[in-house]
């Protein structure tokens, strides 16, 4: 899947003068080199590596991959090494050594590993929130206003400072001390929320946390649809869940997401039975059925338009490629 003409790309430089860009890149060398070399000597595996304290994950791919749909959660990724680009509603973001993302909403996304080799591997971790954390990080009266952002979706991708990767740091570096993590980790959350809050970025963490927040209510839906994608889909449904008109939750939707609902169950749909068909070896009428579509051609349509290619021969090519990527490592 590769972006279309025309797709507007969002690197770490765009708005920035280059004086500006060089001076932030040198600040973010040393940090990044040492969580770079954290993450590396704690990922014995290619891919995602659980650890030990709780909502954290580490990432190591060490080659480009073709786009694939992914989820995010309400978290937030820190890029240490390497690059990724996210796309989601028609918009690309490069995240690069130095960025994070920061996602406050779940959102399917189309993700690619564009710069990774086996001696510079893309190197990221994520940490996901405890949204009743975020919101009472936010509701605290002393914290300082952040920017406004110019974008009201639920994903956004920002430059990082280096106060906010040393936290990272100390977040892998608890792992390997489990009797701390208990009382360490929850701090180094709050922390690391307080910092996200202090960038434009922010700004998305702080509308989905504020109560009666319009966009809290869209959340609402977006989290309903998430769990129950395969059920049949009623716009009527989901404006009595976000407590909003039908078309005042169309509006609201794409705003935060960048795509109509039944665009987006449709890429939670196909994401699924994607999964199944790789990971559990279902074929395209098993998947199709089990991911809530009655119909397995509109289903093979459907897939083939999105993905580039039938549902059983995708899956196999991924498998493929999923077993070379081990091979090289």
Same mark, same amino acid.
């Not at 009595?240 to 609201?252: K, N, P």
């Not at 939707?253 to 990971?279: D, H, W, Y």
């Given at each position: 899947?590769?972006?279309?003409?025309?797709?507007?790309?969002?690197?770490?430089?765009?708005?920035?003068?280059?004086?500006?860009?060089?001076?932030?890149?040198?600040?973010?060398?040393?940090?990044?080199?040492?969580?770079?070399?954290?993450?590396?000597?704690?990922?014995?595996?290619?891919?995602?590596?659980?650890?030990?304290?709780?909502?954290?994950?580490?990432?190591?791919?060490?080659?480009?991959?073709?786009?694939?749909?992914?989820?995010?959660?309400?978290?937030?990724?820190?890029?240490?090494?390497?690059?990724?680009?996210?796309?989601?509603?028609?918009?690309?973001? #490069?995240? +690069?050594? /130095?960025?994070? $993302? !920061?996602?406050?909403? *779940?959102? %399917?996304?189309?993700?690619?590993?564009?710069?990774?080799?086996?001696?510079?591997?893309?190197?990221?971790?994520?940490?996901?929130?405890?949204?009743?954390?975020?919101?009472?990080?936010?509701?605290?009266?002393?914290?300082?206003?952040?920017?406004?952002?110019?974008?009201?979706?639920?994903?956004?991708?920002?430059?990082?400072?280096?106060? #906010?990767? +040393?936290? /990272?740091?100390? $977040? !892998?570096?608890?792992? *390997?001390? %489990?009797?701390?993590?208990?009382?360490?980790?929850?701090?180094?959350?709050?922390?690391?929320?307080?910092?996200?809050?202090?960038?434009?970025?922010?700004?998305?963490?702080?509308?989905?946390?504020?109560?009666?927040?319009?966009?809290?209510?869209?959340?609402?839906?977006?989290?309903?649809?998430?769990?129950?994608?395969?059920?049949?889909?009623?716009?009527?449904?989901?404006?009595?869940?976000?407590?909003?008109?039908?078309?005042?939750?169309?509006?609201?939707?794409?705003?935060?997401?960048?795509?109509?609902?039944?665009?987006?169950?449709?890429?939670?749909?196909?994401?699924?039975?994607?999964?199944?068909?790789?990971?559990?070896?279902?074929?395209?009428?098993?998947?199709?059925?089990?991911?809530?579509?009655?119909?397995?051609?509109?289903?093979?349509?459907?897939?083939?338009?999105?993905?580039?290619?039938?549902?059983?021969?995708?899956?196999?090519?991924?498998?493929?490629?999923?077993?070379?990527?081990?091979?090289?490592?």
């Amino acid at each position: 899947m590769t972006p279309s003409t025309g797709t507007r790309v969002t690197t770490q430089t765009t708005t920035q003068d280059p004086t500006r860009a060089k001076t932030r890149a040198a600040q973010l060398a040393s940090p990044c080199a040492e969580l770079a070399e954290a993450i590396a000597a704690r990922t014995p595996l290619t891919g995602r590596n659980q650890t030990s304290v709780p909502g954290l994950m580490l990432f190591r791919q060490v080659a480009p991959s073709i786009c694939h749909l992914a989820s995010v959660e309400p978290g937030v990724t820190l890029f240490a090494q390497g690059g990724k680009r996210i796309t989601i509603g028609g918009a690309d973001y #490069l995240c +690069r050594a /130095g960025s994070f $993302l !920061v996602a406050s909403v *779940d959102l %399917p996304v189309q993700s690619q590993i564009v710069e990774a080799t086996p001696a510079k591997p893309q190197l990221s971790l994520r940490l996901l929130f405890d949204m009743k954390t975020v919101r009472d990080v936010v509701s605290r009266e002393e914290l300082p206003t952040s920017v406004p952002a110019t974008e009201r979706r639920g994903l956004a991708v920002g430059h990082a400072t280096a106060e #906010l990767i +040393r936290v /990272g740091l100390r $977040l !892998v570096q608890l792992a *390997d001390h %489990p009797e701390e993590i208990s009382f360490f980790r929850p701090l180094l959350e709050r922390e690391l929320i307080y910092r996200i809050l202090q960038t434009p970025q922010g700004e998305r963490l702080r509308a989905i946390a504020t109560a009666g927040n319009i966009s809290q209510r869209t959340a609402k839906v977006i989290a309903w649809l998430s769990a129950h994608y395969a059920s049949p889909l009623r716009m009527e449904t989901l404006a009595e869940i976000a407590h909003m008109g039908v078309s005042t939750l169309h509006h609201q939707f794409r705003a935060l997401t960048g795509m109509s609902p039944l665009q987006f169950q449709k890429q939670l749909r196909l994401k699924t039975a994607r999964e199944r068909m790789v990971n559990d070896g279902l074929d395209a009428t098993r998947a199709a059925f089990e991911v809530g579509y009655e119909s397995v051609s509109q289903f093979n349509r459907e897939y083939s338009r999105f993905f580039g290619q039938p549902p059983m021969r995708d899956a196999r090519l991924l498998r493929e490629g999923m077993q070379r990527v081990t091979d090289a490592a």
